[in-house]
């Protein structure tokens, strides 16, 4: 039997869905994967994620995993400063100009261990994030609200971040509604819902402050 080395690997943890995806044809679902990707492309970009900071993104069916190095260049609240907001401004603007291809996100962040295999990443940490963004509770707080993005963050970065109050992050903004378990234990989840809770600027603007 062949011993198998396995390191662990810090990254910090993001992953997206999109709503009601199984209610589309598969013609639309192929439409909706490539705006997806577009869109969360395009805010890890405005937020200072380039590919050399992150792996190729992992693809999820209907969502995707990014997982991104944790260096100096990229702290974690960038992707709660800057990622967050910009991807919920790139999904309202795409709503404007593709009112027939409009789609809305529920999105989750963690950190933690991660690793790798030739078949893709795997890891505790990656099935806490996924059960984040699974969760019953997130999807009805996404129903209840017109904004096209909701965000729950780990209890983790919630403590170890959030509410701390760095610029850009209010912790008044984000209530514990999620709860899931992995191994045994319980976690919790902290949602954010951006258009309710932010005054967000343009995208050029966000763009302009990492650059």
């Known amino acids: 039997m062949t011993t198998l080395s396995i390191l662990p690997r810090q990254r910090i943890i993001v992953a997206v869905d999109i709503e009601g995806s199984t209610d589309r044809t598969n013609f639309a679902r192929a439409q909706l994967r490539h705006d997806m990707y577009d869109a969360l492309e395009d805010a890890l ?13 992992f693809d999820r069916g209907d969502g995707a995993l990014a997982l991104i190095h944790s260096t100096d260049d990229v702290p ?24 027939d291809r409009t789609f809305r996100l529920r999105a989750a962040v963690h950190t933690g ?31 209840r609200t017109t904004g096209p993005l909701v965000l729950v963050v780990s209890d983790h970065i919630y403590r170890s ?19 899931v378990e992995v191994a045994r234990q319980n976690y919790l989840g902290w949602v ?20």
């Open 45 to 57: 970009a405005a937020s200072g994620v380039t590919e050399d900071r992150r792996e190729p993104l």
């Open 161 to 179: 971040v959030i509410r701390h109050g760095y610029d850009g992050i209010d912790a008044d903004t984000f209530e514990p509604l999620v709860r």
């Open 76 to 99: 974690i609240t960038r992707l709660l400063d800057t990622f967050t907001p910009v991807l919920n401004e790139l999904l309202e603007l795409h709503a404007i100009a593709q009112p």
């Open 192 to 211: 954010q819902v951006p258009a309710e809770s932010q005054s967000v600027g343009t995208v050029s603007r966000m763009i302009d402050r990492v650059s």
């Open 113 to 143: 261990v991660v690793h790798f295999d030739t078949r893709g990443t795997y890891g505790e940490d990656i099935d806490i994030t996924v059960r984040l963004l699974d969760d019953p509770q997130l999807k009805r707080r996404l129903r």
